[in-house]
């Protein structure tokens, strides 16, 4: 089999492609493509003349046209939750960078700079949107700091995240974490409408989907004191333009590396190999999605 690969992962994936298959950069030839973020629509999908599978490496498969590759009899499968703890401590590394103004304190020469002033997570309301799998583990591990976990979710999840309409998250919430899924209806879901009703200016966190934010109104929000800060692991488009003005303000954007963890990257190669082998020997595959 040709196997597309083209983006960073575990040195177990690679070596298994190269050890019992064809390691190919070139996606229009492949039997199977492997996809961490890249999209393969339609139009790609029309170009590839041998494609019968696709991986997604994660959880998230907006970026592939799954209606389409079923009308075109490929079976597309994910590998979800197995990097749920390193987004997780992302999440909770990036709560405390806002809490402590780390960029701020990057940047300063004075020794004990009081104008560089903190805060502590203790006592704090931390709000989701969202309450999925890392939700709930974001959660678990801010139980630690003695804070008040609420969130909002369209159906009910039992979790230690106690749940509330959207508005009363927004207007209650010191740091909204975004932890939903993206889709049509969510897409910019984040936008001036919710931004006006952050009554406690929070910090806001993304470690879901860059498209899930208005940049117009992110940008607007951080000018306006809407909000404190933003961190994120993900922009749309990706990556973000260095001259972005976004960048000029109280902002942490890193480069989507909330699964770069090698305990997270080794745990999803196991997983596509094994859909790969299940496709191969023709039994049932985890996580089939078409």
Request: charged share 25%; glycine share 4%.
């Amino acid at each position: 089999m040709k196997i597309y690969l083209n983006e960073p992962t575990s040195n177990i994936l690679v070596n298994y492609i190269n050890k019992n298959h064809v390691l190919t950069k070139d996606l229009y030839e492949a039997d199977i493509a492997i996809s961490r973020n890249k999209t393969i629509d339609k139009e790609e999908i029309d170009k590839c003349r041998n494609l019968k599978l696709i991986a997604v490496h994660g959880t998230g498969y907006n970026m592939i046209d799954i209606d389409y590759a079923k009308s075109k009899n490929i079976i597309v499968f994910n590998t979800p939750n197995l990097n749920t703890n390193a987004v997780a401590e992302l999440n909770i590394m990036f709560a405390l960078m806002l809490a402590r103004n780390y960029e701020a304190a990057a940047k300063t020469p004075n020794l004990c700079d009081i104008n560089v002033m903190g805060s502590e997570l203790e006592n704090k309301t931390m709000g989701f949107i969202g309450v999925g799998n890392i939700a709930k583990k974001t959660a678990s591990i801010l139980n630690a700091f003695n804070v008040n976990l609420i969130g909002y979710n369209r159906t009910n999840k039992e979790s230690i995240i106690k749940l509330y309409p959207l508005d009363y998250v927004l207007e209650n919430s010191d740091y909204i974490f975004i932890t939903i899924a993206l889709n049509d209806e969510t897409k910019e879901m984040i936008n001036k409408e919710l931004f006006n009703k952050m009554n406690k200016n929070p910090y806001l966190i993304n470690s879901s989907r860059g498209a899930l934010v208005n940049n117009d109104d992110l940008y607007e929000a951080l000018k306006n004191k809407r909000i404190k800060g933003y961190a994120s692991d993900v922009y749309n488009p990706e990556p973000i333009n260095k001259d972005n003005p976004l960048l000029k303000e109280n902002v942490i954007i890193l480069p989507h590396v909330g699964a770069n963890t090698k305990e997270a990257l080794d745990k999803m190669a196991n997983a596509v190999i094994k859909g790969i082998e299940e496709f191969i020997n023709g039994n049932i595959i985890n996580n089939r999605l078409v």
